[in-house]
């Protein structure tokens, strides 16, 4: 069966990567139709829009998509592109495992954690209202009256909104991902002791949620206290579950425990659609340079091909990635124990490695 899927190279980066994770996929003899649509500042370059109408289209119509990462320009009013992304298309879940894989240099081995971030609530959501403007000052005068504490006039203001409704969804997915792929436990992460009524209802309903799946461990942890034990003692963790602003921040963390961000692959999935794309931002600065690491395009291709029922293939993949990345030879700077570029080699050469590896 031929797969149609929605292709976004993305910013900086994202073309080298994504074209990486293609020539790849199609190698494994998996058929493909790929849709390239632009998201991004290239987007907005070409088509006067960061987030094309034809894009959401595609998306809509394919209901699956392999996308690099993109650059939201700085300033000018513009909201970030992946937000808005995920929102629109109620990619609710992100999914995020972090795995270690012989031959990465690292501090740890044998990692094996898969966050869940909630996608589309919390600080992220963006409903801000700038210091100075008639709607923050209604509304600061509004939390002067209601709390009987006066708040500084001159504040800007982030709005923390965690839903049950939301935070029920995201629960469960952990929960139903956790069965689905033999896992023994999940962890919540949380700052219930100071956000009462934001994380905590985040925190009761994941307890609640957890109730009605007695065969997977539960437990909670405070999000500071997380990332010491994190740091310490990282093989106690299975399934972290955490709302959106605190997802991110430890994913980043967890890819730093299995060998950096050049090797952490992602997806944000909902009830029809899934956009698998790496972790990593388009890191503007090796642009065109051929030198960064393709592996978490890769992994997250491989996310991709589990979702669309290519499981051989994925497993062919990923075994080939971890036969190239164990013996070192034909790495990315980022893989090198020395950080060598001169003994490196470019995105593409590692990308051929792969590929000889599968056939
Ligand atoms: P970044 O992830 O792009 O880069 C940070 C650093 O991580 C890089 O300088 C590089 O040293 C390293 N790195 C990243 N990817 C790598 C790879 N594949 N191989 C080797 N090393 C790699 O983060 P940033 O610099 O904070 O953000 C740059 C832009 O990316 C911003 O515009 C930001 O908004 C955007 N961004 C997009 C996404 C997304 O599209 N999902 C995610 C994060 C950031």
């Known amino acids: 069966m031929k797969h149609t899927i929605t292709l976004i190279p993305g910013d900086g980066i994202g073309p080298e990567v994504v074209e990486a994770t293609r020539r790849i996929l199609e190698a494994t003899g998996v058929e493909f139709q790929w849709e390239v649509v632009n998201a991004g500042a290239t987007a907005l370059e070409k088509e006067g829009s960061l987030l094309p109408e034809r894009l959401f289209e595609s998306i809509k119509k394919n209901k699956v998509a392999l996308k690099g990462p993109t650059t939201t320009p700085v300033g000018g009013g513009f909201r970030s592109v992946n937000v808005a992304l995920r929102k629109a298309l109620e990619?609710?879940?992100?999914?995020?495992?972090?795995?270690?894989?012989?031959?990465?240099?690292?501090?740890?081995?044998?990692?094996?954690?898969?966050?869940?971030?909630?996608?589309?609530?919390?600080?992220?959501?963006?409903?801000?209202?700038?210091?100075?403007?008639?709607?923050?000052?209604?509304?600061?005068?509004?939390?002067?009256?209601?709390?009987?504490?006066?708040?500084?006039?001159?504040?800007?203001?982030?709005?923390?909104?965690?839903?049950?409704?939301?935070?029920?969804?995201?629960?469960?997915?952990?929960?139903?991902?956790?069965?689905?792929?033999?896992?023994?436990?999940?962890?919540?992460?949380?700052?219930?002791?100071?956000?009462?009524?934001?994380?905590?209802?985040?925190?009761?309903?994941?307890?609640?949620?957890?109730?009605?799946?007695?065969?997977?461990?539960?437990?909670?942890?405070?999000?500071?206290?997380?990332?010491?034990?994190?740091?310490?003692?990282?093989?106690?963790?299975?399934?972290?579950?955490?709302?959106?602003?605190?997802?991110?921040?430890?994913?980043?963390?967890?890819?730093?425990?299995?060998?950096?961000?050049?090797?952490?692959?992602?997806?944000?999935?909902?009830?029809?659609?899934?956009?698998?794309?790496?972790?990593?931002?388009?890191?503007?600065?090796?642009?065109?340079?051929?030198?960064?690491?393709?592996v978490a395009t890769i992994l997250s291709g491989v996310m991709m091909l589990r979702y669309i029922n290519e499981r051989a293939a994925a497993d062919r993949v990923e075994a080939a990635v971890a036969d190239v990345v164990a013996e070192g030879k034909s790495v990315t700077y980022d893989l090198r124990p020395e950080r060598d570029s001169t003994t490196a080699v470019g995105t593409s050469e590692m990308t051929d490695a792969i590929i000889t590896k599968l056939s």
């Open 91 to 294: 990619l609710y879940a992100c999914l995020r495992p972090c795995r270690s894989y012989p031959g990465i240099p690292s501090r740890y081995e044998n990692i094996d954690i898969v966050i869940v971030r909630e996608n589309t609530e919390d600080l992220y959501a963006g409903i801000e209202f700038e210091k100075g403007t008639p709607e923050a000052e209604k509304l600061l005068s509004f939390i002067s009256q209601s709390q009987r504490e006066e708040v500084r006039k001159d504040s800007g203001i982030s709005l923390k909104l965690i839903s049950e409704t939301g935070s029920r969804r995201i629960a469960r997915f952990a929960f139903e991902y956790a069965r689905a792929n033999n896992r023994k436990k999940v962890t919540a992460v949380h700052k219930a002791n100071i956000m009462k009524f934001s994380d905590g209802l985040f925190l009761s309903v994941a307890r609640e949620v957890a109730s009605a799946y007695p065969d997977i461990e539960f437990e909670d942890r405070i999000v500071d206290n997380l990332c010491a034990q994190l740091v310490q003692r990282p093989h106690q963790f299975d399934i972290l579950l955490l709302p959106n602003l605190y997802g991110d921040i430890v994913s980043d963390l967890c890819a730093g425990l299995v060998g950096g961000l050049g090797v952490a692959p992602g997806a944000n999935i909902g009830d029809e659609i899934a956009v698998f794309e790496p972790t990593h931002g388009s890191a503007p600065k090796y642009t065109g340079l051929n030198k960064v690491n393709p």
